[in-house]
């Protein structure tokens, strides 16, 4: 009985400090008010992070065809390129951190950052279990908002998916505490301004865009506490936006009603809690060509990260096809970028030229091995689109 007591006072005493390190970010987020007004830098840093695998790869090449659209700003000094080259699994499990220190102050003086994919060590990895590079920035640099579009015309879908970012299980998703050998708890957190924050960003994009409908999707009816709050607090702040439909459904439902053609065309913009907007957005980027596809926007108020939605495909370096992999998903990242940082029509151009490319004209094919075109290969015929379609 004193070993059990014992054991569960250790528990309680873990969750008090987890409880209190998750007030102190309620706070310190509240306190945050005003997005970065990109239009009144005297220049805008965009942070270039590789990462791992072909990451490093997909993302020169990006930085390439970014560099091309703005060339003037970067000859007047509006616009910089930083490399950051700290965040390999390498590094950080030398540091022992999901972000060593001074990477992390090297991504805080950047306004954007352009992220190629990093691992994240699972068991059985010759790596420490360190926390997941993504996980970490977010939080880090609380970036709060995640943003996926998928578009497939032809499909009639149009997509936009507001994932919160900082939140749900992935707050605290590296404190689980094991009981004993026979319970094992993790937990999920809500709080009141990151659900708030989420929403309203989601239905102004909903009214800037004319999107007409946004849809609340949680589990609220089991997950009763956090996803309760989610969906009403998503509830009302949708009440002050009445020329937008508000429904709700139940993340399991969703899944399955993105797969009828009869239905999903329905769906306009999604707000929905992080773990469900993980899964359910590889889901979606499916119908558009898969996760090597599409690209992922993760928003703060002081800061922005761009990245690929797919992982680091570490056997594609090992196997020597690294020169082949596809750069589509960090180019689809680099279209947010642009418009983010206010530059509207570089973003229109990549975005057109991409569609061209990529679903239209096709002249060349991205396999991942030596029966298609190699990446840079794929980079010209990107930037060549672009100069033909704005002549």
Known sequence: ?????????????????????????????????????????????????????????ITKESERVLSFLLKDEVAKGKVK?????????????????????????????????????????????????????????????????????????????????????????????????????????????????????????????????????????????????????????????????????TDDWYIDITTAKLIDPSRRKDFKVFVLPNLYGDIITDEAAEFQGGVGTAGSANIGKKYAMFEAIHGSAPRMIKEGRGQYADPCSMLRASVMLLSHIGYQKQANALEAALDKCMFEEKKLTITGRDTGCTCSEFGDYVMETITEMTK
């Open 81 to 245: 390129f930083k490399e950051i080259d700290g965040l390999t699994i390498e590094n950080r499990a030398a540091c022992n951190k999901a972000i060593p220190d001074d990477v992390l102050e090297e991504l805080k003086a950047c306004h954007v950052i352009l992220k190629g994919p990093t691992t994240t060590p699972r068991a059985g990895d010759p790596w420490p279990n360190v926390e997941s590079a993504n996980v970490a920035m977010r939080k880090e640099l609380d970036l709060f908002a995640n943003l996926r579009p998928v578009k497939v015309p032809e499909e009639g879908i149009d997509w936009t998916f507001f994932r919160e970012n900082t939140e749900g299980g992935y707050a605290v998703g590296s404190h689980g505490v094991n009981i004993t050998d026979d319970l094992a708890v993790d937990f999920t957190v809500a709080t009141q301004e990151g659900c708030e924050r989420i929403a309203r960003l989601a239905y102004e994009y909903a009214r800037k865009n004319n999107k007409g409908k946004v849809s609340i999707i949680t589990k609220a009816n089991i997950i009763k506490t956090t996803d309760g709050k989610f969906l009403k607090t998503a509830q009302a702040i949708g009440a002050e936006y009445p020329e937008i439909v």
């Open 1 to 57: 009985m004193t070993d059990e007591k014992q054991i569960l006072d250790e528990a309680v005493e873990k969750f008090r400090s987890l409880m209190e390190s998750q007030l102190a970010r309620a706070k310190k987020i509240k306190e945050d008010k005003n997005f970065t007004d990109y239009d009144a830098l005297d220049t805008i840093v965009i942070g270039i992070c590789g990462g791992d695998g072909i990451g490093p790869i």
